[in-house]
Every structure is written in C-alpha cells, then in structure tokens.
C-alpha cells in the first residue's frame, strides 16, 4: 500500500487533500441527492391522494385502458389487491417493495430506483378490493438527465480537489516545505565552527522541536569539540612537560652507569644519584597513573570508601625514611594509637600524602627533618607535613599546587619536577572533600596541612 502513495511530505500532503476533498464531495453529492428526492417524494406522496376519486373513476370504466397513453416517462398502473396482478395487460409488475411497506401501514411510500431504467415508484390503496385496488406511479429519468446529473457531481469533484489542492499548497505545504529546507540547512552545518545558521523556527510541534534539538545539539558539539582541543592541547603540554622531566634523571642515571661500568667513579655517590634518579621516575609515572585517572573523572569517594590514615602514614613513614637516609634528612611520623578513618580511596590518599612527604624529601637538605604528624580534633583529622628545608617565599605560597609551579629555589637546587605532585594532592583533596594549606615556618621551612571530616570506619551498605 504504501508503495502507492506518493512520496515526500509534498505529495503526500496534496494526496490527502485531494482524497479529502473527493470523499467530502461524494458524500455531500449522495446525501444531497437522497435529500432532494426524499422531498421529492414526499411531495408524490402529498398530491396522489387528491388524485384518488379521478384515477379510481377512470379505472372502472376501462381497467385494461386505463392509463394507457401516457408515455414512456410516465406511467400509472393499477393493481387488484388480492393477486397483485396488473389490470392492464403487459403492464410492468408491481414493487414488492413498496408493497410490504403499505402493508406495514406506511399511506404511500415510494422510493428512487438508483441504475433501473424508472427514476421511482410510489404506491397507494384506492380501494380495499378489485383490479383497482392498489394504484402505482412509475416516473423515468432520460439519459441526458442522467449524464447532466453525473457530470455536475464529478464536475463539482474536480472542483473541490483543485480548490483542496491549491489550499493545501498555499497554506500546508509551503510553509512546512520552507522550514524544512530551514532545518536541512541547519543540518548539513551542525557542529561547524562556521556556516551554521539556526533554523529559528519557535513552533510548538514536532518541526519547531526538531529545530531546538539541533540548536543544541550544535552548542553540544561546539562545546565538545572546545573541549576535546583543550584537552588535545593540555595533553600535549603534559607529554612536553614529562619528556622534559624524563630526560633530566635519565641523563644522569646513564652517566652514572656508565661511570661505574668503568670503575672511575665515587661509587657510593653516583648509587645514591642513581636511586634517586629511580625513586623519581617511580613517583613520576605514579602521579601521571592517578592524573590520567582523575583527568578521566576518577571519584576518590565512589562506593563510599574508608580509609585509615593512621596506617597510611606509618606506611608512607617507612618508605620514605629510607630514601631520607639517603639524603641525610631524618623522616618520622607520629598517629594517634587508634584508627582515624577518613572517607577516600586508599591508593589516592597515600599518593596524595606521599607526593607532600616527597617533595619535603627532595628539596630539603642534608641534615634537615620531616615530619608527618595526624592528629584529632573533634570530629575532623588534621594531617601536618613539615619540613626545615629552605622553604618557599611568602610572596609564591598562593602558588603552590599549581600544576607547572616550581619555586626559585628548587629549580636551582634540582633541575628535575614540574610540580605535578602537589598539583594532584591539590585535586585529590579537593574532589575528597578535604582542605588544604601552606604556610611557612619558622625560621625556615614549610608546614603543609591536610584536613578533613572523621567518619566510622565500617564500610556503608
């Protein structure tokens, strides 16, 4: 079916016009029609009554005559009520129809024959008994009549259809034609950066919604891409940040190699320049693990994690008293005994605390200490790193935790980092909850603290 409907919205639309308009002419042309000869006959029906006495009278006299010459579009027949049989020989049988109906009480039905060569036919009760008994009416319609009649309705059909058609052109199919060429515009340029040209189409329907869809879909594909080249462009600067960071300990890490492959060398100086070389490029690419992890939407709060601080700084305590040693910088921590319990991922605390603990290590000197001190307040931890390094100038603490800041001193003192550490401790605590802070000690130093809301330390649901 649908194979034979015509296609696009245009055709469509002129189709159901004119199908409309054909059905509504045909159904007003045959209720009009069946109106008209209705009147019509009731009309018969009011006049025959009148003519009783007369035709009566005439059938008597001569009942095979009777009414004989009247024509061929006219004729009156009479009928003996007991045989229903004409009076006049040859005459036509009389409507079996409108026979019941006259006996069901109806004084002189009639009806229109539609494709019989009579135009219709009414019947009346003359008299109870005789060849006269029942009178019927026959009327014809000519052929010209019937063609008259035809052409008017089919003309009046054509008529509507071309008038359906024009009006639904005028008012149906152009408009909606025209913010449809509006949309496929606006479509063939969504998400260009130039070229687009919204639809504007404020509507309440199915094209006006169409049109604010594709709206935003644009500003969301715009934005998207804005994003996506930020990211491009971040990731790029980070790559070019870490190559830089890279090359620096591995540099120095292959000349100490190479000077102790050939046994020329202060051998314990160079170990010690090439562990830390190692140490930094472990914590390196374990701080660019968790950036790519929060740079993807990584939560340290989803599926409400617990973690014990306590334990993570007896751990982050013990291996960096190690590479303090080193160095010869003292590492402690001191805990409460019992368990504080904080909500975060486990592995994003420690590293976060780590990188804190890290960067003391690596930027303080020969001699120095580190402390790391948890301790409880109420109902909130507070966490304190602190270092007698050469600290940070009062003028750069606001800058601390960017992610390309690095102080003076420290670029001086060591080439390598980008302060990528402090950046992702910065991110993690905020994205945890927590609050934290730099200050500068006295009479040199730094003091980092971390704090947060205590929670119970059993797992939710």
């Known amino acids: 079916m649908t194979r034979l409907l015509p296609r696009g919205i245009s055709g469509r639309v002129v189709f159901a016009a004119a199908l409309c ?28 009554p009148h003519l009783d006495p007369l035709l009566l009278a005439e059938c008597e006299r001569d009942p095979a005559g ?8 006219l004729t009156i027949t009479a009928y003996d009520p007991a045989t229903l049989e004409p009076s006049r020989p040859g005459a036509p049988a009389i409507d079996r129809a409108l026979v019941a109906r006259l006996e069901a009480g109806e004084p002189s039905p009639s009806r229109f024959y539609w494709g019989e060569p009579w135009g219709g036919g009414s019947l009346r009760r003359a008299q109870p008994s005789g060849p ?11 052929v010209a009549e019937r063609r008259f009649t035809l052409a008017w ?12 058609v024009i009006l639904a052109s005028a008012f149906a199919v152009r408009p909606i034609l025209s913010r449809i060429e509006r949309l496929r515009r606006a479509t063939q340029a969504v998400g260009r950066e130039a070229g687009y040209a919204s639809a504007e189409d404020e509507a309440v329907d199915d094209l006006g919604q169409l049109s604010r869809l594709l709206d935003q879909a644009h500003a969301r594909i715009k934005s998207d891409g804005a ?46 320049g090439a562990i830390d070389d190692v140490v930094y490029m472990g914590a390196l690419i374990d701080n660019l693990h968790l950036a790519c992890r929060l740079q993807e939407g990584a939560d340290p709060l989803e599926g409400d994690p617990r973690v014990d601080l306590g334990a993570v700084v007896d751990s982050v305590s013990r291996r960096f008293a190690a590479l303090g040693a080193r160095r010869s910088i003292e590492v402690h921590g001191a805990r409460p005994d019992a368990p504080v319990w904080a909500r ?20 303080g000197d020969p001699g120095g ?26 003028v750069e603490l606001p800058r601390i935790g960017e992610r390309t800041f690095r102080g003076d001193d420290a670029r ?40 947060g809301p205590r929670v119970d330390g059993r797992s939710i649901g």
């Open 21 to 48: 308009a054909a059905l509504s002419v045909a159904i007003v042309g045959v209720l009009t029609t069946s109106l008209m000869i209705g009147q019509s006959l009731r009309r018969l029906s009011d006049l025959l």
């Open 66 to 73: 009777f009414a004989a010459g009247l024509g061929p579009d």
């Open 132 to 142: 006269c008994g029942l009178v019927m009416l026959r009327w014809g319609v000519g």
């Open 153 to 164: 309705i089919l003309g009046l059909a054509a008529l509507s259809v071309g008038v359906a």
């Open 227 to 272: 994003r996506m080249t930020a990211r491009h462009r971040a990731l790029e600067e980070h790559l070019a940040a870490v190559a830089h960071d890279l090359r620096t300990p591995l540099a120095s890490l292959y000349l100490a190699l190479e000077d102790l492959s050939q046994e020329r060398c202060d051998r314990p100086a160079r170990l010690r």
């Open 344 to 363: 975060a991922s486990a592995s994003m605390a420690e590293q976060a605390i780590a990188n804190l603990v890290h960067n003391a290590v690596a930027h």
């Open 369 to 394: 200490h580190v402390a790391i001190l948890l301790e409880v307040a109420g109902d909130r931890f507070v966490l304190r790193v602190i270092d007698d390094g050469p600290g940070v100038p009062p």
């Open 412 to 451: 001086q003192r060591d080439p390598k980092g980008s302060g990528l550490g402090l950046a992702i401790t910065g991110e993690v605590c905020r994205r945890a909850g927590f609050t934290l802070g730099f200050e500068a000690e006295a009479p040199q130093g730094l003091r980092v603290t971390l704090s």
